[in-house]
């Protein structure tokens, strides 16, 4: 049985520390079926430099002004061609060499995979886990109290991959999973660490319009009454974390 072909698609703009180390965690896998596709929004810092060193590994490369993440997501995505794909961008990692074939060298080929996520500083020190711990499975419906799986963390099939919704600005990637675990017919927990996530990026820096986009969101799929509610138990476990740990983490 041919092993799955998956798309890994990195956005990038203006990242010239980090860009690198993603780079190097996506060519230094063991699997070998992999498609890899760089989308870059017109650096002028240096990256473009850097992607070309590694130009003989990159499947697709794009550059050029868009309108937004999502906006460029949607470009890796309109020429993804593998199985499944991954967004892994710039500063994030896969967990380990062996990542890859952790998740894909199985027989029982799932719609979506997912995994455990690692926070790392930009020093590249691992700071620990999320503090939204992944559920042991999940469906559309497990994500009423936020985002409980890192985006960089799950592997879904391009066959139920839409568009992502540009109206978003800095949370359409959970309205995306959302769209995709609703249709999927099998959803597998790995049960291994599958991502380093960089912390810091832009939905963190704009954290009030992150949470507005995300309250949107999921009202719009759980309903008014059931989401305000739910909210309140976020908000409630969030104090418990502060007075527990003295800080936050994603």
């Avoid at 020093?123 to 559920?135: E, F, I, T, W």
């Avoid at 999973?177 to 099998?186: F, L």
């Avoid at 309140?232 to 983490?249: C, M, V």
Wanted: one cysteine or more.
């Amino acid at each position: 049985m041919t092993p799955p072909k998956i798309s890994i698609i990195t956005i990038v703009f203006n990242n010239v520390r980090d860009i690198e180390y993603t780079i190097q965690s996506v060519i230094q896998q063991t699997y070998t079926n992999v498609e890899y596709i760089v989308i870059d929004g017109l650096s002028t810092d240096g990256t473009l430099d850097i992607i070309e060193r590694y130009r003989p590994h990159i499947d697709v490369l794009i550059s050029e002004r868009d309108k937004g993440i999502y906006d460029a997501m949607n470009k890796g995505l309109t020429h993804a061609t593998g199985d499944y794909v991954l967004f892994l961008n710039s500063g994030d990692e896969l967990f380990e060499a062996g990542t890859l074939a952790k998740i894909f060298d199985r027989e029982d080929l799932a719609d979506i995979y997912y995994g455990e996520t690692k926070l790392i500083d930009e020093q590249r020190r691992v700071l620990g886990d999320r503090r939204h711990r992944v559920p042991a499975s999940f469906s559309w419906k497990s994500f009423r109290f936020g985002m409980n799986v890192c985006h960089q963390a799950i592997y879904v099939k391009r066959s139920l991959a839409e568009p992502y919704d540009t109206q978003y600005r800095l949370s359409a990637d959970i309205d995306w999973v959302i769209r995709a675990a609703k249709k999927a017919q099998k959803i597998v927990n790995v049960e291994c660490y599958v991502a380093k996530y960089l912390v810091g990026g832009m939905s963190q820096q704009r954290h009030k319009q992150s949470l507005q986009e995300r309250y949107r969101i999921l009202k719009k799929y759980y309903g008014t009454v059931p989401n305000f509610i739910n909210h309140g138990i976020i908000a409630f476990r969030l104090l418990l974390h502060r007075l527990k740990h003295g800080k936050t983490r994603d």
